[in-house]
């Protein structure tokens, strides 16, 4: 079978298998421009990225129009560069980010949707803002006036058993609940983006409404 058909094939298997309410993002690190146009072809409208060198060669040379989310972890120096493709910012972890992000929107005239990258594995994850610390961010980010907060990603801690992965998603879900609860001003909480190719399935049990797959879609890198 050719590359382009067995993607095809597995995104649609996939989107068989996920509740109509959850997004499916394909995680495009170190994918080609042709595999990415597949899974597009095959119905994903929502795609990831790691790095903004790589995405930057990659983005503008796809024949297709669709969701671009950032979703490794961003320098500050690299905000505006990421402004330029990425329509939302899914990887926040500090308010000098933030404050870089609503500098250069202002610059550019756009707007920004970001989620708070949580490190809810704490021990074995390097990015993202431990849980500890997501609320002062959440306040802080709510009196920015373009770059808007509208969920949360987590990682969990890589095991290779999903099982061991619910007790973070289930953390990062109640503080996802807690925010939402708060009814922060320029705060909508929508997105809650948990579970990669080996989680997914648990992470959509504890109630994640997004879904970042690579390996299951693209197979291995
Ligand atoms: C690579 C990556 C994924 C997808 O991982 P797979 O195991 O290949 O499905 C999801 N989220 C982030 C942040 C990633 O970097």
């Known amino acids: 079978m050719e590359k382009s058909d067995k993607i095809s094939s597995k995104v649609k298997e996939l989107l068989k298998t996920i509740p109509p309410h959850v997004t499916l993002l394909a995680a495009a690190k170190s994918r080609t421009v042709e595999e990415v146009e597949a899974a597009f072809d095959s119905g994903i409208r929502h795609f990831g990225h790691n790095y903004v060198q790589e995405a930057q060669e990659m983005i503008p040379n796809v024949g297709f129009n669709a969701h671009w989310h950032m979703i490794g972890h961003l320098q500050r120096n690299k905000a505006g560069q990421a402004l ?65 907060l509208v969920g949360l990603m987590t990682m969990g801690p890589f095991t290779g058993n999903p099982e061991l992965a619910r007790p973070y998603f289930v953390k990062t879900r109640t503080l996802f609940d807690y925010l939402e609860s708060l009814h922060l001003p320029n705060t909508r909480m929508r997105v809650l983006s948990m579970g990669m190719s080996n989680s997914y399935r648990v992470a959509i049990e504890e109630g994640a409404n997004m879904v970042r797959i690579g390996t299951l879609l693209f197979g291995p890198r």
């Open 84 to 148: 330029e493709i990425f329509d939302y910012i899914d990887s926040l972890d500090s308010l000098k980010l933030a404050l870089a992000l609503e500098k250069r929107c202002q610059q550019l005239d756009r707007q920004v949707e970001v989620l708070i990258e949580v490190n809810s594995g704490l021990e074995e994850e390097k990015t993202g803002l431990p849980s500890s610390e997501v609320e002062s961010l959440a306040h802080e980010l709510s009196s920015l006036s373009r770059v808007h």
